[in-house]
């Protein structure tokens, strides 16, 4: 069992506030820009690395915006927490014996953020973030390498994530089994995907 973190098991309500609002609002008053302005150059920013490492380095934001953004997301960990039916569904896939392996995007520093909050560690047999692959989920070079240093087999393997490009390079991969999350912030309603089978709580694809 392969599972995405931000967005299909915790709330990525916390991950939109910080890049869209709390980020381009301290962004704002460091430079005496208005809101939207800020907002505007720090998009700009996202999309000039998006699909690259640099997209979910912690470390980059933080220099190449000159504000500490691991010490912000510490600041804001009262808003990580998991969304409502993931604890639930980790206790019955434990219950069932499935080894369950987090594959995701974020960077380590973030990882350890929201582990600590959520205790999400204790409850799989291994998080594997983006940096320790060398690729972002997307990229097709990241699902060999992957596969190599998680040790799964493709057509065996079923994988769960609310990030379509993810999916698609699982599917390209030969990833067997593929579920799109579309309920990935309790703040926002669940949009399903056009190209694979949704599911907006997990209690749908658990053995009677």
Avoid at 112 to 121: C, F, I, P
Avoid at 187 to 200: G, P
Wanted: glycine residues 4%.
């Amino acid at each position: 069992m392969l599972l995405d973190m931000d967005g299909t098991l915790l709330d990525r309500h916390f991950d939109n506030f910080f890049f869209e609002e709390e980020l381009p609002r301290r962004y704002a008053a460091k430079h005496a820009l208005a809101f939207p302005e800020a907002r505007d150059r720090l998009m700009s920013m996202y999309r000039s690395v998006e699909g690259e490492l640099a997209w979910t380095d912690l470390h980059y934001w933080t220099e190449r915006v000159q504000i500490d953004v691991v010490a912000l997301h510490r600041e804001l960990d009262h808003m990580i927490g998991f969304l409502p039916d993931a604890e639930a569904f980790l206790l019955s896939l434990r219950r069932l014996g499935k080894r369950v392996t987090i594959l995701t995007n974020a960077h380590r520093a973030g990882v350890e953020v929201k582990t600590a909050k959520t205790g999400l560690h204790r409850q799989v047999d291994r998080i594997v973030d983006a940096f320790e692959v060398g690729w972002l989920k997307m990229r097709a070079e990241y699902w060999p390498t992957c596969r190599d240093l998680v040790g799964f087999d493709p057509s065996r393997a079923l994988y769960i994530d609310d990030d379509e490009q993810c999916l698609a390079a699982a599917e390209q991969f030969g990833i067997g089994r593929i579920f799109h999350r579309s309920k990935s912030s309790s703040q926002a309603s669940a949009v399903a995907s056009t190209r694979f089978h949704s599911i907006e709580n997990f209690q749908s694809i658990l053995p009677e």
